[in-house]
């Protein structure tokens, strides 16, 4: 639920001025997105009437990235993924300023995002991913993952030190720890593990950020995780975020489901799936961690709604436990 | 800033299923309006694409009274007032439950509130106000106001009684509780003071609440305060919260504005304009005294942004000093 920063209307009026998309004729905000304030503008040109998303990005993004999220959204909508296409303004720029933050206006995408998550959401998914990774193969340049592995003890040092000496905690990040030191030996491509193939990964699929219209997904947004890091990492995240239910309990079938979709585009090879395991208890791992260091550092009752971590701790003991990569079915 | 309530997939396309309103083809939660929760919904039928509201109404409305305000929508939109129209389901109802609340849908209004207000926007509110209590005359059913002069001193003792013995707040409510006394004294129709013309009011009609399009009035939404009360008390709200800039300072330009716009429509008697000082400081001291309570009875950093109340009493103090109703212009 995100409008942090508020427009003014002279503001707004001199920033459209600069775009060639006709005249403003309803702007609202959108109780969507936690990181950044988001509006929805619509506008009519010569009658036409077209709606777009004003993106103000606030202080959890860095601006040194948004070009490169942009130019990565481009790039997937120009390949024929539907995701949301940057507007440029009449000097070409789709990145520019606004109310003193970076901001960007994109297009508009159909669809709901599923509050509850069904079988029959899971192929669609997977077959989504799938594709964003191969067309992400085409966009050359790279951005680093700044909350993958090595981000992980960093982040855990940083948890126990605000949570200091409050209760529940000490056991929890013992656990923490100690499934930490696993899933980085096993990591891939670090000590002597094979490596698998990286490429540009969305980092977040959660089904928040899926939109699904008539059974078929109609849009994928909020790339500002997106990042070059191992494709099947991005199976496992959303392999955390499609196939369990409110209350922890794994669906085999949905994964099932979500590998099925992924590979009737792009095949996992027999590595990558024998590195599910792992990958997903490292991707359960990076969650609970981000979220556990929300949860000891926002204030009860703040403006945000802190998302519980343990969803994610039980997600980790499920992986850790997974008895190889036939515990995600296929 | 508001969606307090998910609605699930399954519910919401078994509600949708009641209208006849076309094919959901987006949802997007809206951060507007304090009290409910309100979504964008954009449906197509036969390829024509409609924009919709649909609202939850949450614990702050009274569900006794959505069926006087929602016909009093439908009674101003039918007498062609721009403003959100309720939509009937299939079986003529457009109050209905969804999620466990009252829920109604009504149309999308096109324009954009002022962030800032300018002298331009006073004239066509104004006018907009008139229309709208022109517009009210032939709604028959009445809905007392239960945030009128009767219900401040039980307002005031509420807050004295929450504030306990916190510094800032006995001057303060001494102050309050003194100007009452005299608004109470001079308020029209009590205490052999002349009554004033009754109808139907919006009572909350701040900027936020009034969308405009290339200089015009092109929306009125969010009528959970209506009610049946003194026309010239919906001005002198319209007078406060219209009138003065983020400091406390009155425009009287903006005010001569206001009411040449209102009286363009509907000329105000000798008596309401003699009234208006009294009329102003009731409805200052109406805005002060719930924005103390809620002020005193909502913890810091809570999801809902307190409104500060000194920018109410500031006004209070203004009109209590106005040297009769020449102040506001005319």
């Not at 923490?176 to 670090?190: E, F, H, N, V, Y």
């Not at 980790?316 to 990569?325: T, V, Y």
Request: proline share 6%; charged share 20%.
């Amino acid at each position: 639920m995100a409008v942090y920063t508020e427009i003014e209307d002279e503001e707004l009026e001199r920033f459209l001025a600069d775009y060639d998309i006709g005249h403003l004729t309803a702007f609202r905000g959108i109780a969507e997105g936690v990181e950044n304030s988001n509006f929805l503008l619509r506008t009519d040109k010569a009658g036409v009437a077209s709606d777009f998303i004003l993106t103000l990005y606030e202080k959890r993004v860095n601006p040194d990235d948004l070009p490169w999220f942009l130019g990565f959204m481009r790039h997937l909508a120009t390949e024929g993924l539907s995701c949301p296409l940057p507007v440029a303004g009449k000097d070409g720029n789709a990145l520019r300023m606004l109310a003193g933050r970076p901001a960007a206006i994109t297009t508009f995408l159909s669809g709901v995002w599923p509050r509850h998550v069904h079988e029959a959401h899971c192929a669609p998914l997977g077959a989504a991913l799938a594709r964003l990774h191969v067309a992400g193969s085409s966009y050359a340049p790279t951005r680093a993952n700044s909350l993958g592995p090595h981000a992980w003890r960093p982040l855990l040092n940083a948890t126990q030190q605000s949570a200091g000496s409050e209760e529940a905690f000490p056991a929890l990040i013992g656990e923490l720890d100690q499934a930490l030191g696993r899933i980085l030996s096993d990591w891939p491509g670090t000590n002597g593990q094979k490596d698998l193939p990286h490429g540009q990964i969305h980092a977040d699929l959660f089904p928040d950020n899926v939109f699904f219209l008539d059974g078929k997904v109609s849009g994928l947004i909020d790339f500002y995780f997106a990042c070059t890091d191992l494709l099947a990492y991005d199976v496992a995240i959303c392999l955390n975020a499609w196939c369990f239910d409110d209350d922890g309990a794994f669906h085999p079938v949905f994964a099932q489901r979500l590998l099925e979709g992924y590979e009737s585009i792009r095949p996992l090879s027999a590595d990558e799936r024998a590195a599910l395991p792992t990958l997903c208890a490292g991707a359960a791992m990076r969650f609970a961690l981000t979220r556990l260091y929300d949860w000891i550092n926002t204030p009860a009752g703040a403006m945000v709604t802190r998302k519980n971590p343990m969803a994610y701790v039980q997600r980790l003991r499920f992986h850790l436990s997974a008895a190889g990569s036939e515990a995600y079915g296929g």
